[in-house]
Structures are given as structure tokens and as C-alpha cells.
């Protein structure tokens, strides 16, 4: 049984009467009964709070002639020099018609980066460290890409997608394609699920290692701070590596749904 962090703690004692109650209604049993909502979902609630929260503030400061530095941050996000933000990816892979797709692949990118970030802040959790939120995500995208090929091309015009070009090794090829489809569940589920797991795991060791070198030399006064450089250096790497893992990961979540959802809604399918 999971020990609830302080977020958890307030979101249950908030909400945690009515998700108690729905769970009993599904007759499903919480992990810990005191706690009906765990930690991860806590978490993701936070970052939704966070979210709705900073974008209405940028929403209300936003300025065409005078744009602030948080203002150019989140459009360096959308688009860029070097061609990788969202809005580029898009226009790279579906250049007619991409922008329709923005805000539902740029909302699952940007909550997967804020998820994969929040732990940066002592004492929380990356909720994607949790297998069932990539597997959330994952399923998102699964429906959303195949809801897109249903509305472009009709039933019978998404399901020839599964055919294969050659009409007579269509037996062949539709449970291959299936296949093919379903395992891009696991492919972005485990992905994502892994590699946070392992980063945040290594950025909570090195960040206390830190900590506790911190601790150690301060009781040699400035000559022990000074001496301690190099060690404090080793842990800041890994830390920096969590970083670097957190919006790389990001990266491939955003990257991935455009690549499915350009092979479902272009003209040649």
C-alpha cells in the first residue's frame, strides 16, 4: 500500500466522500479505503489545477505588439527555429488541413510534459511514473487517431487502411495491421511508463545524495563547501539527465500521435 503524500491528502479530504461513494457504486475497492484516490491521480489533478490556472493568467497577459518572456516561451513551444515545436511537427506531417489537430495533440503534449515535470518540486510525484496514466493517455490517442480516419474517410475507407494495398493478401494483412495497432498501446504506454519510472527513481537518489553531501560538508564550515564541488557535481548531472528524460519523453508523445494520425487522415490511405 502506497504512503499518500501531502497532495493526496488534501484532494481526498476534498474529494475523496464522492470518489469513495462511485467506487463502491462500480463495486470496486480502493487500494487504501482511507485514501480512495492515489497518489497519481492526485497528481494529475494538481496539474490540471496548475494548468487551467497558468493558461487563463497567459490567456489574460497575452500581447501581439509587447509579448512578455513566459508569452514567447509557450510560442517557442508551438513553433520554432529549429522546426520542433508542435505546430511544426504537425504542418511537417499533415501539411493540409494539420491545424485542426493542434489543440487535441498539443493538449496531450503539454500535459504529458507538466506530468513529467511536477516532481522537480520536492515531495511530488510524476504521475507518469504510474503505468495506468501512460495506458490513460495512450488509449486517448488510440481513439482519437482512429476517430479521425472514421470522420475523413467513413467506415469502409478507414477500414480499407487495415487491407493493405494488394486486395488479395487483404486476408493476410488486416489481423497483421491490427496487431500493428493494438501493440502501439503497449509501445507508448511502456515507453513513457519506463522511462519515468527509471528517471524519477534516479532523480529522487542523486537529489538526496545532494542533500545529505549538503548536510555532511556544512559542518567543515566554507572550507567543506567549497571542497564539496565535484561531489555535489556527480548527483547534478543525473538530475539534469531527469530533465532532459521528462521533456524528451514529452517530445515522443507528441511526435508519435502526429505520425498516426497523418497516416489515417491523408488523401492517399
Not at 488509449?139 to 487491407?163: D, R
Not at 538530475?239 to 498516426?260: D, N, R
Request: glycine share 8%; proline share 8%.
Amino acid at each position: 500500500m502506497e504512503k499518500p503524500i501531502w497532495v493526496t491528502v488534501i484532494v481526498n479530504r476534498l474529494l475523496g466522500k464522492p470518489a469513495g461513494a462511485l467506487l463502491a457504486a462500480l463495486h470496486i475497492t480502493p487500494a487504501n479505503p482511507a485514501y480512495p484516490i492515489p497518489n497519481h491521480v492526485s497528481m494529475e489533478i494538481l496539474v490540471l489545477v496548475i494548468a487551467v490556472i497558468f493558461f487563463l493568467w497567459l490567456k489574460a497577459t497575452m500581447s501581439v505588439d509587447r509579448p512578455g518572456a513566459v508569452q514567447q516561451v509557450m510560442e517557442m513551444i508551438l513553433t520554432n527555429p529549429m522546426g520542433v515545436g508542435i505546430k511544426d511537427l504537425i504542418k511537417d506531417n499533415i501539411p493540409h488541413g494539420g491545424d485542426q489537430y493542434l489543440p487535441m495533440i498539443g493538449t496531450i503534449g503539454i500535459f504529458i510534459l507538466l506530468c513529467n515535470l511536477i516532481n522537480i518540486i520536492p515531495t511530488l510525484d510524476a504521475p507518469t511514473a504510474t503505468v495506468t496514466v501512460p495506458l490513460g493517455c495512450a488509449i486517448i490517442v488510440f481513439v482519437y487517431y482512429n476517430l479521425v480516419g472514421l470522420m475523413k474517410h467513413g467506415p469502409l475507407g478507414h477500414a480499407k487502411h487495415f487491407l493493405g494495398p494488394i486486395l488479395p493478401m487483404a486476408p493476410l494483412m488486416f489481423p497483421i495491421e491490427v496487431f500493428s495497432h493494438l501493440f502501439r498501446l503497449l509501445s507508448l504506454t511502456v515507453r513513457l511508463w519506463v522511462n519515468m519510472l527509471v528517471s524519477e527513481m534516479l532523480y529522487v537518489i542523486f537529489l538526496g545524495m545532494m542533500l545529505e553531501i549538503y548536510i555532511f560538508v556544512g559542518k567543515f564550515g566554507a572550507v567543506g563547501y567549497a571542497s564539496a564541488i565535484l561531489p555535489l557535481g556527480i548527483p547534478l548531472i543525473f538530475i539534469l539527465l531527469h530533465f532532459f528524460v521528462a521533456i524528451l519523453q514529452a517530445f515522443v508523445f507528441t511526435i508519435l500521435p502526429i505520425i498516426y494520425v497523418a497516416g489515417v487522415a491523408g488523401d492517399e490511405h
